[in-house]
Structures are given as C-alpha cells and as structure tokens.
C-alpha cells in the first residue's frame, strides 16, 4: 500500500525528499506557503525586464548536485546550461584586487606571485581539501546522526587525524599561507557555513575544494533553474505540489503524527516532512512533542542574517565582474558586529552579483541585474532608513572600483530585502538567512535532530539540521530525512 506523505515547504531540501519519496512509491504531497518553489531560492521578475535570483549565487560543488539528478536517471544538462565562470570571482581589498581564475593551476601561478613558496603550499593545501572532501561528501554527510556511533568505522577512524576536526581554521589556513591576502582568500569559503573562522574547523577547508578546484558555476536563466529542473524530476516520480498552502498545524494523537491543519482544512497523512525552519515547525505542534525548547534555540549560533538589494540598473557597468567581494574592510570587525556586538556593521565587508554579466536574459540589452549582499546579525532593527544608509556605502564603493558616477540615479527598479522579510517569508528564527554555523559544537550528532523524538513519523530537514546550511547540504538533507522514512516503512511488518 502506498504511504500518504506530506513534505512541507518547497525549498531545495523538500524538493529532494520529495523526489525520493515518490520514487519509493508514495503518495507524495508538497505544501508550500508561497506562490512557486524554491523557497530562500526563489525568483521574481520586473515590469522593465529584470529576473532577480532571491538567494543563492555561488553554484559551487557541481557533482553533489549532478548526484541528485542521477539517482532518477537524469543529467543537469537535461535542464538547463551550466556554464564555468572565469574569473570564478574578483575580492577588492582597499589598495588592489585578486581575481580568482577559473583553473587550479592558474590560480597557483597568482598564489606565487604573491607569497613566495604559496603556489607550492596550495598545490598541498588542495590535496588535503580534496581528502577531506572526498571523505566528508562521501562517509560524513549522508548520515541521518542519530548517534555518534555511525561515525565509527575502520575508515573513518584510520582518516580521523587527517580531516583537522579539531583545528579551527585561522590556524589550519596559517599553516599554510604568510599573505593577509592570501588567508583572507582562503577564508572566504567558510564565511558561507556562518561563523568566524576561527571557529570553524578545518574539516571545512573541503569547501575550498568544492568551491576553488571544482569552479564557479553559473546555470543560464538563473539558480532557479536548478529549483525548476528538481521540481521536474520530482514530479516525473509522481509528487504533488500545492502552492499557496500554509500548513498552520501538526496534529499528533497517540504518539502519532495524523494530520495537518493547511490554509483551515484538516488533511490526513501517514508521515510527514517538515522542511519549513526548525523552529517554526515546532510551534505548529503541542508543546509536549517538540525536541527543543525556546531557551535552546536562544543558545544556538545562527549564521547570519543578510541586507539584500535587488537593483535593475540603467546601463551596463564597466569593470564589474559577475561575482564580486568588498573586503576592503578588516573581516573580523565585520564578524564581530554579527556575532560579538550584534550591531549593523562600522565598516561593511559585501558582496556583489551581476549575473547579467554572464546571461542576457537576466536584464534588458544595455542594462545590469546587480544583486548586493550584505551579511548582517539576526534580530538585527532593519528599518528603511538604515538599509539606505548601506544602500549609500555600498553603491560608493562600486563607484571607485568601476569608475562609474553617481549610479544611484541609473536605478531604475530597486528592491530590498533584511532580517524582517527572512521572518515574514520563510518563518526564519531571528531572520536567519542561512540556518546555523557548522561550529564543532553544533555539527552532525550535535545539530537539531532530523527525527521528531517523541511523534516516530515526523522529521525534519533542510538548513537547520544535518548535515548543514547551503545549497548542496540541503539537497543532501531532504535525501536523509526520505530515507528514515523508508527505512520506517521497511521495518513494518
Ligand atoms: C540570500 C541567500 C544567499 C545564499 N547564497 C547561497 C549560495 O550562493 N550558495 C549556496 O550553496 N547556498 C546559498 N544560500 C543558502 C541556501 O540557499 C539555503 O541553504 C537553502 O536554499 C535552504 O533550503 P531549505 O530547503 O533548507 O529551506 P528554504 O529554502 O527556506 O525552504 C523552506 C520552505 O518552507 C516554506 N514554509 C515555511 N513555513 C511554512 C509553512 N508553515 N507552511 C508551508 N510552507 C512553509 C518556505 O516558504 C520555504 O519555501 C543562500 C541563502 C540566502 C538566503
């Protein structure tokens, strides 16, 4: 008999338990709040032309993603075109700028024209990272952490010393690099697992690997391309999407999950799969069943919030790549307003995206789509006066890298979008934009649990639980939690 599954939200994880879930022949259905899927990767376009990507941008570690699309039988290149940027990114500091090419051995040639000795030391930090990578993507991330005890095996014990669990990664990215430039370069990566480096551990310098060795990637028509092609594929497995539909309500009887309150109606379902925000799915349930209480969501490190702007511009801007960072600032004044103060930041680190750079059908001929970012701290007042006020900052700095003047008035649609948004679009804890910091403290066994501890057909996935925040993550996430699922199925008698 077919099980009747209900997956709330359609971001990348409930995307991807939904596709397995049909294919292991369920009654699947996809309740999102929203008008289309994709969630904090959603897409909107303007009357002038513009296609504005809501979220992500960097398309980095292309095989996890490919891996999806293969386990229905698919290829990326069934979708949609996937193109490898060169430069993959350019980071500004205050007095130069280093553009990151597309090829590793390129990138040693530069490494060496800035520190003596450092194309050598990348050649070695790379085989390391790809080590990691390769044994974290593989033995690390697809487990359901349930218990540490997954964790032992003859593998892993014998690579345990060489994945650097232990050594925060300031230190590890020191060892191998002398150049401000350089570490800071090397850093850039685990800003996106939403903490300080200096609390990340150097199992992540895998992200280098992922990012750095196997390129930047663009799909032509926008990330969203990505969101489009996997609601296919999950539709192609038999799952249902229903849009506009907020689920209000888990309701549970006799230890049992056994409906689901959505937009006033009462729907019946034999398990569920909540890829809304982790904290907000408990609050659809009775006190008694949820796993966490209030003061340990108080107690978590959440990875930024963010200021966004969405700005359709009037011209095309010269000298602007497609991806671009603002480090002319120190990071750790930046990281220390998000994590220490909890303050908008004195002197801003941001970033930049200008996919119209790479695919003219993201803007009309002759104008730019110009995304900005800012990483900010959750909770954070975001009110329209501040946002300006960076508006202001970020748009003079573009100035004096491009050359371009007064590009405030070649605006010709502008968007913003902060912390409140993140609450009122996604129900995100704080405004959170990317889940919680891989810290040790809250990696694998130690992240909110995927399995609801009291209702035994309810879990969670997505961002907020294993294995982590971002885009392959959570695909890999949605993966876990259809598996509990079948696994459940598969135990009964
Ligand atoms: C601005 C930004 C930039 C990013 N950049 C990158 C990047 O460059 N590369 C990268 O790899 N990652 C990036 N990330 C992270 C990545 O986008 C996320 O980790 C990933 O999209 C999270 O997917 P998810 O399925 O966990 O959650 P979500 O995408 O948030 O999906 C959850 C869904 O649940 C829905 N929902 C919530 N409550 C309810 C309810 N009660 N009823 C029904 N539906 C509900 C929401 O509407 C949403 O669609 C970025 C994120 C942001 C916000």
């Known amino acids: 008999m077919k099980n009747k599954i209900a997956v709330i939200g359609s971001g990348f994880s409930g995307l991807s338990a939904s596709a397995y879930l049909a294919k292991a022949g369920n009654e699947v259905h996809v309740f999102e709040k929203h008008e289309q899927p994709g969630g904090r990767a959603r897409q909107f376009s303007t009357q002038q032309g513009y296609v504005f990507d809501m979220g992500p941008s960097w398309y980095w570690m292309p095989d996890i993603i490919e891996s999806f699309f293969a386990d229905f039988g698919y290829k990326i290149s069934d979708f949609f075109e996937l193109i490898s940027l060169n430069p993959q990114f350019e980071m500004i500091f205050s007095q130069e700028k280093i553009s990151v090419p597309e090829s590793l051995g390129e990138l040693k040639i530069l490494f060496e024209q800035i520190e003596k000795g450092a194309g050598l030391q990348l050649e070695k930090f790379m085989r390391s990272a790809k080590f990691k990578y390769e044994v974290g993507m593989q033995d690390f991330v697809n487990k359901p952490c349930h218990n540490w005890s997954e964790f032992i095996s003859p593998k892993i014990t014998k690579s345990a010393l060489r994945l650097d669990l232990l050594t925060n990664f300031r230190t590890y990215v020191a060892k191998y690099f002398k150049s401000e430039k350089l570490r800071t370069l090397m850093e850039f990566p685990v800003i996106f697992l939403g903490a300080s480096p200096k609390h990340i551990p150097a199992l992540y310098s895998l992200m280098n690997y992922g990012g750095y060795a196997l390129g930047t990637h663009y799909p032509m028509g926008g990330f969203y391309q990505l969101v489009l092609a ?138 730019e789509n110009l995304f900005l970012l800012m990483p900010l701290a959750t909770g954070i007042n975001d009110g329209e006066f501040t946002r300006e006020k960076y508006l202001t900052e970020m748009l003079s700095r573009i100035e004096r890298l491009t050359g371009i003047t007064d590009l405030r008035s070649k605006i010709e649609y502008k968007r913003s979008y902060c912390a409140s948004d993140f609450v009122s679009d996604y129900n995100a804890y704080g405004g959170n934009a990317y889940g919680l910091a891989n810290t040790l403290g809250q990696t694998a066994v130690l992240k909110p649990k995927i399995r609801n501890k009291r209702l035994k057909n309810l879990f969670y996935t997505g961002q907020l639980t294993v294995p982590g925040p971002g885009v392959p993550p959570s695909i890999i996430s949605g993966k876990i939690a259809a598996n509990e699922i079948i696994k459940l199925q598969q135990e009964k008698p």
């Open 230 to 367: 996997m609601k296919k594929v999950a539709e192609s497995q038999g799952a249902n999407f229903h849009f506009d539909k907020t689920v209000e309500s888990i309701n549970t009887d006799s230890g049992k999950v056994r409906s689901l309150t959505i937009n006033g109606n009462i729907y019946e379902f034999d398990a569920v799969i909540a890829s809304s925000d982790y904290h907000h799915t408990e609050t659809l349930l009775n006190k008694e069943y949820r796993n966490y209480s209030e003061a340990y969501w108080q107690n978590r490190t959440f990875a930024p919030s963010s200021l966004i702007y969405y700005l359709g511009i009037d011209q095309t801007i010269p000298n602007l790549q497609h991806h671009t960072l603002f480090f002319e600032n120190d990071l750790d004044e930046h990281i220390d307003s998000i994590y220490g103060e909890k303050k908008w930041p004195d002197k801003p680190l941001f970033y930049t995206c200008c996919p119209s750079k790479t695919d003219n059908t993201v803007a009309p001929h002759g104008k």
